[in-house]
């Protein structure tokens, strides 16, 4: 089971980014899937997630407007659209999965599998 996260990069701030993350080994269409990040010095953040429909997302507070997380079952992926980046935002982003409920966990505890993460810097 494998989760690849891609689409990081360098973006000026008030600019946009979208990650990705394609999931391998099984069929990922059944679980909860979202994003947490990690900034230098800082705890791991939840950021995002929804359920296995993508009907149900949840957002961290300072994303709420500015992120949209989105899903596409049939090719396994999981995306999240980054609007109006802030310096703050700069981390590195993890993209998650967890087959075991249909609860939107916030916590990293609540989720099985982790991809290898990749780097936003938002800086001018």
């Known amino acids: 089971v494998q989760l690849q996260a891609s689409g990081g990069g360098l973006v000026q701030p008030g600019g946009s980014l979208t990650l990705s993350c394609a999931g391998s080994?099984?069929?990922?269409?059944?679980?909860?899937m979202g994003w947490f990040r990690q900034a230098p010095g800082k705890e791991r953040e939840f950021v995002a997630a929804?359920?296995?429909?993508?009907?149900?997302?949840s957002y961290a507070d300072s994303m709420q407007g500015r992120f949209i997380i989105s899903r596409n079952n049939a090719k396994n992926t999981v995306n999240l659209q980054m609007n109006s980046l802030k310096p703050e935002d700069t981390a590195v982003y993890y993209c998650?999965?967890?087959?075991?409920?249909?609860?939107?966990?916030?916590?990293?505890?609540?989720?099985?599998?982790w991809g290898q993460g990749t780097q936003v810097t938002v800086s001018s």
């Open positions: 998650v999965a967890d087959p075991r409920s249909t609860y939107l966990n916030r916590s990293p505890g609540g989720y099985s599998y």
């Open positions: 929804l359920n296995d429909s993508g009907r149900r997302k």
């Open positions: 080994g099984r069929t990922f269409s059944s679980y909860v």
